[in-house]
């Protein structure tokens, strides 16, 4: 009768068929690079919701916070715990809107920091705190405005209103006032510089009442990287911590690197005749007698299927282009023109191989979206391995090779 193996060697035979490289030298870099170009003043949140853009959120805070970062940023609740688990002690703010008094009681215990945006929901937050035993001192909670991004926040010409009824609240504490960017990463300021004006216009009408918001912030990376005067006390930082940038007009701003590479071992070898169909629908024929080369990693990991036919690869630095429908686990490349493959040899999806390098980006064009959604794809079936720069690769077991610790 079989047996399971230990989770080490689960690990590691996961790594025999594709998997996902987290480069940590990388990512130090990045965030150090940001570090350095902000204003004197600003501190930098790491924004490492959505499990850290799909990069891991732990390994990833950890990093981020010994090479600079003093803050932590999240979506959700269970995203903060996740890192209050890891004993992770920076300031976690908690940037969707939580209303139930069962959140409200879990982000108390877990010292997260709450968004308010609606004085009815500052009022739901004080009256649960305040009838809890076990809440001793003020809940600090950040104030979020809407100056045009239409989304989470409270009216920027409604900011002092709304600051003083916070304030008067029993057992919450104002941490910060601040609003989110729409436009950021356009190479026309206007509207962006008509949010600044709106945050301004709100700040401003809050110090002539003698209001003084402790932390102000508005810049997220497209703004952090376009201009420093919008760095306040704060800059929260998403994508450009993965080493990409939010568009090709600020790729001089900085030296970024990308964090993650994304690659998977050829399972299979053959030749086929000309005429020959390859995957479901034959979406793609042979026009020519052809070798194909079998790939464990597809649509079920999180490469895209609308990628089929359109997709280029790369082994020992050559390109190889994607043939045939994507399927849910495997996908099939040309590699005639390439000789000496065997089973096993390593293919790049994302990332550099010698002098070639592909990209999100390059994903994302293709397919008309944007970096952030391809980083995010990729499921967690595929281990994240941790490296350093060209190091050697070693298996690591991260949460996602843990049952017991995969978030809901």
């Known amino acids: 009768m079989l047996s399971w193996e230990t989770s080490s060697s689960i690990a590691s035979m996961r790594h025999c068929r594709a998997w996902v490289e987290i480069d940590l030298a990388a990512l130090k870099h990045n965030v150090e690079q940001i570090k ?31 090479a600079g970062a003093s803050w932590l940023g999240v979506a959700t ?28 009681r879990v982000m108390a215990r877990w010292q997260l920091q709450p968004t308010i945006v609606t004085p009815k929901q500052a009022l739901v937050f004080s009256d649960i705190l305040v009838n809890d035993s076990k809440q001793r001192s003020p809940l600090p ?47 026309d300021p206007t509207f ?41 006390d704060l800059v929260r930082v998403g994508l450009g911590l993965y080493g990409l940038y939010p568009a090709p007009h600020l790729q001089t701003a900085l030296s ?3 964090v993650m590479q994304v690659k998977a071992r050829i399972t299979h070898l053959k030749t086929i005749a000309a005429g020959t169909g390859v995957s479901y629908g034959h979406q793609f024929v042979a026009d020519r007698p052809m070798r194909i080369a079998v790939v464990g990693i597809g649509y079920a990991d999180g490469v895209p299927r609308l990628l089929s036919n359109r997709l280029t690869a790369l082994i020992h630095g050559t390109p190889a282009p994607q043939i045939g429908a994507i399927t849910m686990d495997q996908m099939m490349l040309d590699v005639t023109h390439l000789t000496h493959l065997q089973e096993g040899d390593i293919v790049t999806l994302l990332g550099r191989d010698r002098q070639s390098q592909i990209t999100a980006e390059d994903w ?31 298996p690591t077991a991260t949460h996602q090779d843990s049952d017991a610790s995969q978030r809901p």
């Open 36 to 66: 350095a170009s902000l204003a004197a003043r600003s501190d930098l949140m790491a924004v490492v919701k959505a499990d850290a853009y799909g990069h891991g959120a732990v390994t990833v805070a950890k990093t981020a916070l010994q």
């Open 77 to 104: 609740v269970p995203e903060g715990i996740e890192l209050r688990q890891a004993n992770l002690k920076a300031p976690i703010l908690v940037m969707g809107a939580v209303n139930t008094p069962e959140e409200v």
């Open 141 to 187: 909670v950040h104030l979020k405005l809407d100056t045009g991004m239409s989304r989470l926040g409270y009216s920027w010409q409604q900011a002092a209103d709304f600051y003083r009824f916070v304030q008067r609240l029993p057992q919450l504490e104002i941490a910060s006032v601040y609003s989110h960017l729409a436009t950021a990463d356009d190479p």
């Open 192 to 232: 962006m510089q008509t949010q600044q004006q709106r945050f301004e216009a709100a700040i401003a009408q809050l110090r002539s009442l003698d209001l003084q918001p402790p932390r102000l912030h508005l810049a997220n990376s497209a703004a952090t990287l376009t201009d420093a005067s919008l760095h306040y």
């Open 256 to 258: 970024l690197r990308p």
């Open 364 to 394: 994302a064009n293709t397919l008309g979206t944007i970096s952030w959604e391809i980083l995010c794809s990729f499921k967690h079936r595929l281990p994240r391995i941790l490296v350093e720069s060209a190091c050697e690769i070693e």
